[in-house]
């Protein structure tokens, strides 16, 4: 099984902050990472597929960048909506995984 | 415009068997790149992936939930069911499906859920 860690588990940012969250596979899945907004009560929201492809209509603050095992999630100037908890998921072997999650709250 | 609902019971017994069915309508799972699959979250827990269904009728599993799981497809109502048996009070949890986008490129394939259900919510209580 790949194991996915993200880090951190929890950030406190302010709006208008750059912020990063990184991903990492216990070995090799080339670009095979997506990445997920969840906010409270509510369904998962696709982000980011293939690494660093952005999602239709997904706005363009967001970006994603990495393959083989490191991969980040950057936020270039965070918006009040944009605080949620945030997962990656590995697409390259047949059962994927999601990463433990990173909270993202408002400072 | 896709849509996904999931439906079964609210609550389960333990060692009883849970039935889910999402029902979907926006595509066709006889479309090739397209699958449906399953994951759950615990009450403030991280998402879980349980198993995907291909339109080809591949079937995937979580490797640590594999022999609990079975997935099914019927084309024609659009519908797929997720059964899995012994369920336990570590089973509580919402159950999502979502609809599953596959694509190659640059010889390489690539997967990712685009859409979701609202999820339901399983308890597992005596």
């Known amino acids: 099984d790949i194991q996915m860690t993200q880090s951190p588990s929890s950030l406190s940012a302010s709006v208008g902050d750059r912020v990063t969250i990184t991903c990492r596979a216990s070995q090799s899945i080339s670009s095979c990472l997506n990445w997920y907004q969840q906010k409270s009560g509510k369904a998962p929201k696709v982000l980011i597929y293939?690494?660093?492809s952005l999602e239709s209509g997904v706005p363009s603050r967001f970006s994603g960048s990495g393959s083989g095992t490191d991969f980040t999630l950057t936020i270039s100037s965070l918006q009040p909506e944009d605080f949620a908890t945030y997962y990656c998921e590995q697409c390259y072997t047949t059962s994927h995984s999601f990463g433990q999650g990173t909270k993202l709250e408002i400072k | 415009q896709i849509t996904l609902k999931e439906s079964g019971p609210t609550l389960v017994k333990p060692t009883q068997t849970l039935t889910l069915t999402c029902t979907f309508s926006?595509?066709?799972?006889?479309?090739?790149?397209?699958?449906v699959g399953w994951i759950r979250q615990p009450p403030g827990k991280a998402l879980e992936w349980l198993a995907l269904v291909y339109w080809d009728d591949d079937k995937r599993y979580s490797p640590s939930l594999k022999s609990r799981l079975s997935i099914t497809k019927d084309t024609s109502k659009n519908l797929v069911v997720l059964t899995m048996t012994n369920m336990d009070p570590v089973d509580t949890a919402t159950y999502f499906c979502?609809?599953?986008?596959?694509?190659?490129?640059?010889?390489?394939?690539?997967?990712?859920?685009?859409?979701w259900g609202q999820g339901t919510l399983v308890t597992v209580s005596s």
């Open positions: 979502a609809h599953l986008r596959g694509f190659d490129s640059s010889a390489y394939y690539f997967e990712y859920f685009q859409h």
């Open positions: 293939a690494a660093s």
């Open positions: 926006g595509f066709s799972l006889s479309t090739g790149g397209v699958g």
